[in-house]
């Protein structure tokens, strides 16, 4: 993929990235500058979703959206020549409306609807109608005067990078009128007009302006929407709008304040940003150390994200969601990888260290390239954290460290990566060789080790299973007293996903607790700090093994035990030198234990000691099974 080149006159342009902007994606960064470049492919792209909408939109006769009695049904035609004539008086508005990133998303969610939904749908004529609301966005900053009818929710209109007018009276409509004068915007409700502008981001009564989040200080801060008003905000789909409080929007800005402190030693990180984030909307905040945030390709600069507990949690939430922003654009100008031939077959899926469930090639690259990003902040991070928090950032840097690295190992050289993408994991893969020499402190890597090989094991558990002709062998040769078939060792297990596989994270999220705060309620299980946990998982964080080894014992000679058992009583013996192969084969294989030891219960009805079973499972075609 090289430059941008010219082409003859009357044929569109194709885009394409520079070398230099390239080289420094496929390294995990990227300047400014490298921004530029696929925004300027993200704007072609969005212009020409917009065209194909109107098309197909003509296409079907899908005209006007649906209106009430004493209501003028929404057109299409009329918001496109709104917009056509704000474009000629102020291109650079009318860019920053299609550039919005919730307007990506009501494309793309437009078209999928367009593409999908029979001729005349309501749907497909409410979603169509939200162009009229970007049309009166556009024209009220090119300073026009217009009349357009706009889409109204719960008695909310929004007009994205405004604000959200609220109109006593109008639950019951689905459209309303706005006009512009070229000053101020009139929008009409039954009970009364709420009259706003020019400074639209003055709060008057019914007026809800846009808030702005600042990133940075001085003339080269910039800028973001503190999302709260646009229906298409969430990637998942039209939602009303909200609203947060002074008190939350205050917090929002002081913690991306703290985060950009953390962030500014990095100056092509943090202008990359500046230039490429566009929105943040708040979430319900989680538990934590578990943080949500999300992002899309379709929605260019946008990060949903719940407010976090510290800045160095928003600093590394927004590497991860600009990490996922970039190659997301990236794949708009060239595949990472080819379709599969065989469109009848699942897709090959693989164990991501920051999932629950197994992930295709796709969302693994996706994974790989945003935790390359995380691993990166915390390397540097752990240099510069204050004395409380720097084993926390030592234990992150191990944690992704190694967990970028066991997936890049699975992910290289696999023949559905394109030039592309093999050309970026390979690159990525020469930078993470090298972190991986670098020194840590011993107890905060072997928490992060022990974090990886549960999360790992639990994985295979729940979504592994064994061959079950060899599975029924070894349950004969265990009830005959004979060694362990040796195809135990070779054979192979299927993948079939667990939907109910949850909270693998459980050791890493335990392991923070312990690194912050040694004698916190996270100790307890009863008072559930930290979802999943259950009294083993609390008694291995604390390092009382044996006391989880008994506990998981009596679990696995009951009927039906927690699926996580087995990965568990291996991580519960791994201290033990008498036990060590047992417990390896456990955190190795723990899925053949499942199996064996289920299907004897099922069968035969028997209940094997745990330990035994796995030292036996563990000997393979070396010796008999020992006496009972």
């Not at 044929?11 to 921004?35: A, K, N, Q, W, Y």
């Not at 496109?80 to 990506?104: F, H, I, K, S, Y």
Request: glycine share 10%.
């Amino acid at each position: 993929m090289g430059p941008t080149e010219s082409t003859p006159a009357g044929r569109s342009v194709f885009h394409g990235i520079s070398e230099t902007g390239l080289r420094g994606l496929v390294r995990g960064g990227g300047d400014g500058d490298v921004v530029e470049e696929l925004l300027s492919a993200e704007r072609s792209r969005r212009l020409l979703l917009l065209r194909a909408l109107l098309d197909r939109s003509a296409e079907q006769a899908i005209g006007q959206a649906i209106g009430h009695e004493g209501e003028r049904p929404l057109s299409v035609q009329d918001a496109w020549d709104l917009l056509e004539r704000a474009q000629a008086r102020a291109p650079g508005v009318v860019d920053g409306v299609l550039m919005a990133p919730g307007t990506g998303t009501w494309l793309s969610s437009a078209l999928r609807l367009l593409n999908g939904a029979p001729q005349g749908e309501a749907s497909v004529r409410r979603t169509l109608g939200h162009l009229s609301a970007l049309a009166v966005a556009g024209a009220a900053g090119a300073r026009i005067r217009f009349a357009l009818w706009v889409p109204v929710s719960e008695g909310m209109v929004s007009l994205p990078g405004l604000g959200c007018a609220v109109l006593p009276g109008a639950g019951g409509r689905t459209a309303v009128r706005v006009t512009g004068d070229g000053e101020r915007l009139r929008i009409s409700g039954p009970d009364g007009d709420v009259v706003v502008g020019p400074e639209w981001e003055r709060r008057t009564p019914g007026w809800r302006p846009t808030r702005r989040l600042t990133l940075g200080r001085g003339d080269a801060a910039g800028s973001l929407a503190l999302e709260e008003h646009d229906p298409f905000r969430m990637f998942s789909g039209p939602t009303t709008p909200s609203a947060l409080s002074d008190q939350e929007a205050a917090a929002w800005q002081g913690a991306v304040d703290e985060a950009w402190d953390l962030l500014r030693d990095d100056p092509d990180l943090t202008e990359a940003m500046r230039r490429g984030l566009r929105s943040i909307t708040p979430v319900p905040r989680g538990e934590r150390f578990r943080p949500y945030s999300s992002s899309s390709a379709e929605a260019f600069g946008a990060v949903n994200a719940s407010l976090p507990d510290e800045g160095a949690e928003l600093a590394a939430t927004l590497v991860h969601e600009f990490q996922h922003i970039k190659l997301g654009a990236l794949t708009h100008l060239g595949p990472l990888v080819t379709r599969t031939d065989k469109t009848d077959e699942p897709p090959r899926l693989f164990h991501a260290p920051w999932r629950d469930d197994p992930r295709p090639l796709e969302g693994l690259l996706q994974g790989i390239y945003a935790f390359f990003g995380v691993t990166r902040f915390w390397r540097a991070h752990r240099h510069v954290a204050d004395t409380a928090h720097e084993p926390l950032a030592h234990f992150e840097f191990a944690l992704w460290r190694d967990a970028v690295w066991s997936t890049l190992d699975s992910a290289r050289g696999h023949e559905r990566l394109t030039a592309l993408g093999n050309r970026l994991l390979e690159s990525l893969a020469q930078i993470c060789a090298g972190w991986l020499t670098e020194r840590l402190p011993a107890e905060e890597l072997r928490l992060a080790r022990e974090a990886t090989t549960s999360h790992r094991a639990r994985w295979r558990e729940h979504h592994l299973r064994p061959c079950a002709d060899v599975v029924d062998e070894a349950v004969r040769a265990w009830r005959r007293g004979e060694s362990c078939p040796p195809s135990l060792r070779t054979a192979p297990s299927s993948l079939r996903p667990d939907p109910d596989a949850c909270f693998l994270d459980t050791a890493a999220v335990l392991a923070r607790h312990r690194l912050t705060d040694p004698d916190g309620p996270w100790r307890d299980p009863g008072t559930a700090a930290v979802r999943g946990a259950g009294a083993v998982d609390v008694l291995l964080a604390g390092g009382a093994r044996s006391d989880a080894r008994r506990i998981l014992t009596d679990q696995l000679l009951q009927d039906d035990p927690p699926v996580g058992s087995w990965a568990a009583l291996g991580r519960a013996t791994a201290d033990d030198p008498e036990r060590r192969a047992a417990a390896c084969f456990l955190l190795g294989s723990p899925q053949w234990a499942r199996a064996v030891r289920d299907t004897l219960a099922a069968e035969h009805g028997e209940r094997p000691e745990p330990m035994a079973l796995a030292a036996w499972l563990s000997r393979a075609g070396q010796q008999p099974r020992p006496a009972a």
